[in-house]
């Protein structure tokens, strides 16, 4: 199975009917919110039961202190394997578009408990370095409310405590910055938005996906240029 392949299915993972019916209901992870306490001692307690294939780190703090975490999911998790694609989803951005984390809470698991058990999520998790974080807006999603889903700009929870949208403060290709400094990548913006920039450019991604809600639709890189 080639790489590009491989990275391919781990995203089917999502939006395929991959997952054995038992599964989906002994899993309590698929009935209930995974609130940041309780995320914290889940992902702690994935590194502590598997710690051959799973490495919990925070990639800083969001504006009320709470880590950004990330959990890495790779066989002999403990060295290091450049040769080995690097891959991420996202989830969370809008505090209130909740169902993307917690199907990376989930995804998590599944890696995990099937590994050596099934050979398609075997062969992932021995050749591809799977980074997930089921929040970026940990403070959002303290702060929303199940069912609270007015609008996009009345409902509680979808930006940060700060009250910005991480989804709007990202340097994008209309800033017409001519150098990228460090005031143009940092000044003026989010805890959060900081410590993903950072992150992005200190690890190199070849594939990620940013999970949102509220719609089906795919969306790129610069997908509104004309050209």
Not at 133 to 159: H, I, Q, W
Request: glycine share 6%; with cysteine; proline share 4%.
């Amino acid at each position: 199975m080639s790489v590009h392949t491989q990275v391919i299915v781990l995203i089917s993972l999502f939006v395929g009917s991959c997952v054995p019916k038992s599964v989906e209901i002994e899993s309590p992870l698929l009935h209930n919110y995974t609130h940041y306490d309780e995320l914290v001692k889940l992902f702690h307690g994935y590194e502590k039961t598997y710690p051959d294939l799973a490495k919990v780190s925070s990639i800083g703090k969001s504006s009320e202190g709470r880590e950004l975490l990330v959990l890495q999911l790779t066989a002999d998790v403990g060295a290091s394997h450049p040769e080995r694609p690097a891959f991420k989803y996202v989830a969370n951005m809008h505090g209130d578009e909740a169902v993307g984390r917690q199907l990376v809470v989930y995804l998590a698991e599944y890696l995990l408990t099937n590994y050596k058990k099934d050979e398609r999520v075997t062969n992932l998790v021995n050749n591809i370095d799977i980074y997930l974080m089921p929040s970026l807006n940990p403070d959002g999603f303290e702060a929303s409310k199940e069912g609270d889903c007015y609008s996009e700009t009345d409902s509680v929870g979808r930006n940060t405590a700060n009250g910005v949208d991480l989804n709007r403060d990202f340097p994008d290709q209309f800033d017409n910055h001519p150098s990228i400094t460090d005031d143009y990548l940092y000044k003026g913006r989010q805890a959060e938005t900081q410590a993903m920039v950072r992150w992005l450019l200190r690890k190199q991604f070849v594939l990620s996906a940013n999970l949102h809600g509220g719609a089906i639709v795919a969306s790129y890189p610069y997908d509104d240029i004309m050209e």
